[in-house]
């Protein structure tokens, strides 16, 4: 059975880090491409940032997160992982993890970004 839990949000100043994670359960993270969304209030949820397979292995993000986000995930623990650093007002939102292709969305973690 696919499950995907998500922790490691929480409140952060501007300019601080957050580690995101994702435990995953019911497949196997490095055989599929995995993404994180995000979802703010009154927005629609929009892709953050996305991971293909660990063959031929390539990343790509939104504009707005490049060079502050990363994705990658750990094969051993079945995981994946956001680290979101220079973090911003406007980041503040629900972060989800997904597996591409399936419609499966977990319970997601807030990120408040605030002074």
């Known amino acids: 059975q696919v499950q995907l839990v998500e922790s490691g949000g929480g409140l952060v100043q501007p300019g601080g880090s957050l580690r995101l994670s994702c435990a995953v359960s019911?497949?196997?993270?490095?055989?599929?491409?995995m993404s994180w969304y995000r979802q703010a209030p009154g927005k629609e949820r929009e892709l953050v940032a996305r991971?293909?397979?660990?063959?031929?292995?390539?990343?790509n993000y939104a504009d707005s997160v490049r060079g502050r986000f990363t994705i990658s995930r750990d094969n051993f623990q079945n995981a994946l992982y956001l680290q979101m650093n220079s973090l911003k007002p406007e980041d503040t939102a629900v972060y989800y993890c997904?597996?591409?292709?399936?419609?499966?969305w977990g319970p997601g973690t807030q990120v408040t970004v605030s002074s």
């Open positions: 019911g497949f196997t993270v490095s055989s599929v491409t």
């Open positions: 997904k597996r591409v292709g399936v419609t499966y």
């Open positions: 991971i293909t397979t660990s063959r031929g292995e390539a990343t």
